[in-house]
């Protein structure tokens, strides 16, 4: 055999090593798309609590984890994780994401509202907003928030304050949000009256305030006027891209495990949880 064949099947034999190689690195790695600026979910100190969750996951399935960091908020780790083809599984999906093969719900919340312990607010029905004394509001953009603002008539009111709460920032053509942390820090300074907010997005801030903060979970849902069911409580679960579909199953497995690991990372987050409503996939 000449010396160039000979180099040439060497140089062959050690390509497919290394792809094999690369292939069985690929499967020991679960590749969780993560935002660097979406907190309490995720951040770029790897702390958020989904993080965490993340880690339970990989672990309890006998994986790496390979959080790839995306320099974006969490509303684009679909288009600039899933979709690019750099991770594999979103944290915290809603369970009838089309986007995605969705896991089994690890944990049901809602909405809430946030307010100072000293001002005894009474209430957990949406309508109850609309009480004397209560007329400055923080909530994130996007929201429900919104919607009950407006269907209790203190949306108008609200607009320059709730505007300055990201410096008037012009939201035509750009994502606009205001930080979850600033929510409950606005509350209690008493610059706001309540905060409405998804409660994981302020359980570790409610809990870390050193002004005393409630949060009171909202029970009812919002019906519109043309009947249909704004739902103010949500079940989460593991997004999994559909190009993997193989993940699915060990995923699950690895919910399934870690359970009670997950419930209390919940727990220490501050986060109120709900029990899991199993009907919810197939009615909506």
Known sequence: MSTRLSCLLGSAALALTTTAVAAQDAEDSLRVCASTDDAPYSTADRDGFENRIAEVIADEAGMTLELVMIDQPGIFLFRDGIDAGTCD???????????LLVSEPYYRSGYAFVSREDRDFQGEKWEDVDQEGYETFAYRYYTPAETILK???R?????????????FTDRRNQYTQVPARLVVSEV???NADLGIIFA????????DSRTPLRMTLITNDIERSDGVIIPLQFNQAVGVSKDRPGILETVQDALNSGQDRIEAILDEEGIPTLPLDK?????K
């Open 89 to 99: 599984v979103l944290m915290g999906v809603d369970e009838n994401d089309d986007r």
């Open 151 to 153: 269907y209790t008539g």
């Open 155 to 167: 949306y108008e009111y609200n607009l320059v304050y709730q505007a300055s709460l990201t410096n």
């Open 188 to 190: 209690a300074d008493g």
């Open 200 to 207: 994981p997005d302020a359980g570790r801030y409610v809990r």
């Open 279 to 283: 009907t919810d996939k197939d009615e």
